[in-house]
């Protein structure tokens, strides 16, 4: 069964950052695809006036918007230099992504020229930033282990959630509790407190 975000969520917005992009360096370009529900960590640090084309704010040049550009025509594409990654055992994360990070759509078309469309499918376009959650209750699917009532939560590898200590003599971070057991459908409400 697949990791998932469900739709029921209850979050704040003053607990959503809105300061990081996901990196997605050894990534496939046409096939990024992190799914939402990912706990993440910091990667690369944000700064107010780190910029490598001295627009302040933390935005860099991500790459032209398309290979048939007309000659003589600059039409690069801003994307935030702040980026987190997935983390992994034993890392503590930051929080968790509210959308997925995806360049193309169902049909293998890139998002980045249709950015209504992303809008429309709740995703973000690799550079841009993604909403990472500190806190809240949430509906997720396939943790890791088995989930009880009142038991604690961990991030386990691959910035899932786990119901796992740990293993290998790396202990995993706890980042809330089950509010209840997984259901048939391995659906399962965590109260997210990082």
């Known amino acids: 069964m697949a990791y998932k975000l469900r739709p029921f969520r209850d979050y704040n917005e003053h607990d959503v950052l809105n300061l990081f992009s996901y990196d997605t360096t050894g990534l496939t370009a046409g096939s990024i695809n992190v ?6 960590k910091i990667a690369t640090g944000w ?3 780190d910029s490598g084309v001295e627009l302040g704010g933390g935005l860099e040049f991500i790459g032209s918007a398309g290979t048939l550009s007309p000659t003589n025509v600059v039409s690069q594409r801003y994307g935030v230099t702040a980026k987190v990654v997935a983390s992994t055992t034993g890392e503590t994360p930051i929080g968790m992504m509210l959308y997925d990070v995806r360049d193309a759509d169902e049909n293998g078309e890139l998002l980045k020229y249709k950015p209504r ?5 709740q995703v973000v376009i690799p550079g841009q930033a993604v909403p990472v959650v ?3 209750i949430f509906l997720v699917q396939g943790v ?9 939560a961990y991030a386990g590898g691959t910035g899932q959630i786990t119901a796992s200590t740990g293993s290998a003599g ?8 089950f ?8 659906e399962t409400l965590v109260k997210l407190a990082l």
């Open 35 to 40: 799914t939402k529900g990912t706990l993440v």
């Open 47 to 49: 700064k107010n006036y």
């Open 117 to 121: 469309k992303a809008a429309e499918m």
């Open 134 to 136: 500190t806190r809240g």
């Open 144 to 152: 890791l282990g088995t989930p009880s009532a009142g038991g604690t």
């Open 170 to 177: 790396i202990a995993n971070v706890a980042i809330g509790k």
């Open 179 to 186: 509010l209840g057991a997984a259901d048939t459908n391995g």
